[in-house]
């Protein structure tokens, strides 16, 4: 196991932080699709900041997870990298 997923079990085994780790889910999963469908169109942040007509500072915090995007913004996204934005609803466990 390396440092860094020893560090993270452990901060996980913490009832509270595991909590808040579930909660954000959906956004780190959203941020590893954009991540995702960038590299498969095999562009750099800028280049597809350039195509979106906005900055790469913009499609860092995109990606970062810490944002949730509209639905304006996904589309573009997606446009910009030969993707179709999908939108699905599931219920809950």
């Known amino acids: 196991m390396t440092e860094l997923a020893a560090l993270k ?3 996980l085994a913490n009832p509270e ?3 808040e780790y579930d ?3 959906p956004e780190f999963e959203l941020a590893r699709e954009l991540i995702t469908a960038r590299t498969r169109a095999g562009l750099t ?3 597809l ?3 979106m007509h906005t ?3 913009t499609i860092a915090r995109l990606e970062s997870g810490r944002t949730m995007p ?3 913004t996904l589309a573009r996204y997606a446009e910009a990298t030969g993707s ?3 939108v699905r609803l599931e219920r809950s466990a």
Request: proline residues 0%; glycine residues 0%; positive net charge.
């Open 9 to 11: 079990a452990r901060i």
């Open 70 to 72: 509209s639905m304006r």
């Open 49 to 51: 900041a350039e195509r």
């Open 17 to 19: 932080a595991r909590a």
């Open 55 to 57: 900055t790469q500072s």
């Open 23 to 25: 909660a954000q889910a």
């Open 45 to 47: 942040q800028s280049e």
């Open 84 to 86: 179709r934005a999908v």
